[in-house]
């Protein structure tokens, strides 16, 4: 499937980490919807934390190993955003530092 149609280009005066991996969340770690009401859990020690639909996608994008790029990319795809990189990625960095300091993903 050619994405180049679909998948907006990255602006090219983003840092050059973008193609780095985000931090792969940690197996005990769950993703749990009720209702429209969206949760991670962390089965370990049993805290749960309410996250939005952001938030949620972001965890998922961490859960496949999905690279920073892949990740703006998605997001801006989803939000039909355009010139909106470096704000995405801002978004993706604080979020995945969050779910670091959570404890849910890797270091």
């Known amino acids: 499937?050619?994405?180049?149609?679909?998948?907006?280009?990255?602006?090219?005066?983003?840092?050059?980490?973008?193609?780095?991996?985000?931090?792969?969340?940690?197996?005990?770690?769950?993703?749990?919807?009720?209702?429209?009401?969206?949760?991670l859990l962390d089965v370990t020690s049993?805290?749960?934390f309410e996250i939005n639909a952001t938030a949620a996608a972001i965890f998922g994008l961490c859960q496949r190993g999905a690279t920073y790029e892949t990740?703006?990319?998605?997001?801006?795809?989803?939000?039909?955003?355009?010139?909106?990189?470096a704000l995405i990625l801002q978004d993706v960095r604080d979020t995945v530092k969050q779910f670091q300091e959570l404890g849910l993903c890797e270091p």
């Open 1 to 39: 499937m050619d994405t180049a149609a679909t998948t907006p280009s990255l602006d090219p005066t983003l840092p050059l980490d973008l193609k780095s991996a985000l931090p792969r969340a940690l197996t005990t770690a769950e993703l749990h919807r009720a209702g429209a009401d969206l949760f």
């Open 46 to 48: 049993g805290e749960v």
């Open 71 to 85: 990740a703006v990319q998605e997001l801006a795809a989803a939000v039909q955003a355009t010139g909106q990189d």
